[in-house]
């Protein structure tokens, strides 16, 4: 196979998948007008959040605009996790985007343009087991204040699943919004042991989460000794 569904693919001599989209980030460029473009080094700009709810300079329709968050959502799903928090932010403002976030959206083109070339490896291995790691700022949107979730598991050394989403919830401190991210996170654990069961490779060890902020990881270990029976069952 060296195409499906508008992704290259290529498989080298040791084994390894590459993928890459790189036919339709050139699409992208051209439909948008940005051929002559000059590349940038990020995504996104650091102070974009701060400014995303402006009402000025609204644009007067957003059909251009969603179609292409349509096309960036699939390139950050399939084969760009790099760009993936910053088309979860824009796709924010889908249903009524300013000149800014038109700009916004022109510099994740003009990103992709310069790293049109990069390929998504995926190593070949013996071994199956899953691993996750998650991730949460707090109150990163500074006018409802919630949070955003990020994780990402690997199959062995294969990138398998990642999601960058903003959290449902105002949450209180850090560690709360950690382990609001931490509880999202093990919804896609159970769904992907599931799946790997179906595919003939059960996970029979527990499935190691790494998680860096230390006290959400002594909540978790404080509520996961509270639940065990012996905490609250009388002793025979």
């Known amino acids: 196979m060296k195409q499906y569904l508008r992704i290259q693919i290529e498989r080298e001599e040791d084994g390894r998948f590459l993928l890459n989209q790189n036919h339709m980030i050139q699409d992208i460029i051209e439909t948008f007008g940005l051929k002559d473009a000059k590349t940038v080094k990020s995504p996104m700009e ?5 400014e995303m709810n402006s009402e000025q300079n ?64 995926l190593p070949t291995s013996d071994r199956c087991t899953l691993t996750g790691y998650v991730d949460a700022d707090w109150a990163g949107d500074s006018t409802d204040r919630k949070s955003t979730s990020g994780y990402l598991f690997f199959l062995s050394s294969r990138p398998t699943s990642c999601t960058s989403i903003k959290q449902s919830i105002v949450t209180l401190s850090s560690t709360e919004a950690e382990y609001v991210a931490a509880e999202h996170v093990s919804q896609e654990v159970l769904w992907l042991k599931r799946l790997l069961t179906d595919l003939g490779q059960p996970q029979l060890e527990p499935t190691k989460l790494n998680e860096d902020l230390q006290g959400c990881l002594v909540l978790r270990m404080l509520i996961t000794k509270l639940l065990k029976p012996s905490s609250y069952l009388p002793n025979k």
């Open 46 to 50: 650091t102070n974009y959040l701060k």
């Open 58 to 121: 609204v644009l007067p329709n957003n059909e251009e605009y969603r179609t292409a968050m349509g096309k960036l959502l699939y390139l950050a799903t399939v084969s760009r996790p790099d760009i993936a928090a910053a088309v979860g932010i824009m796709s924010r403002k889908v249903l009524k985007p300013n000149k800014k976030d038109w700009n916004a959206v022109k510099r994740v083109v003009r990103y992709l343009k310069g790293t049109s070339n990069i390929k998504l490896k």
